[in-house]
């Protein structure tokens, strides 16, 4: 069965730093575009960052603060989060979405909460 696990969420002050990390198996890497939604408290759900082939796209909130990396050897896909504010609160969702076919797979999502 496929499947995306995210670890590393939790709480965290106002400016503080967290890693998160999404690992995938059964699914092969490079057919997919990897990337980071988040869906905060009384929000729809939206993009943080995502790879579209070669390409990192960024949401504007997050450019600069948060960097995405992938290996592809180990099907795992990273995010390090700096500088992070009240407002990045959220759960948030690896995403798996197919290169070459439709179709896309959801993680089950890790909470970040920032707070003092």
């Known amino acids: 069965q496929v499947q995306l696990v995210e670890s590393g969420g939790g709480l965290v002050q106002p400016g503080g730093s967290l890693r998160l990390s999404c690992a995938a198996s059964?699914?092969?890497?490079?057919?997919?575009?990897m990337g980071w939604y988040r869906q905060g408290p009384g929000n729809e759900r939206e993009l943080v960052a995502r790879f579209i082939d070669t390409t990192i796209l960024y949401h504007d909130s997050v450019r600069g603060r948060f960097v995405i990396s992938k290996d592809n050897a180990k099907n795992t896909l990273k995010r390090q989060m700096n500088s992070l504010k009240p407002e990045d609160t959220a759960v948030y969702y690896c995403?798996?979405?197919?290169?070459?076919?439709?179709?896309?797979?959801w993680g089950q999502g890790t909470q970040v909460t920032v707070s003092s």
């Open positions: 995403n798996a979405r197919r290169r070459f076919a439709a179709g896309e797979i």
């Open positions: 059964r699914i092969n890497f490079s057919l997919y575009n």
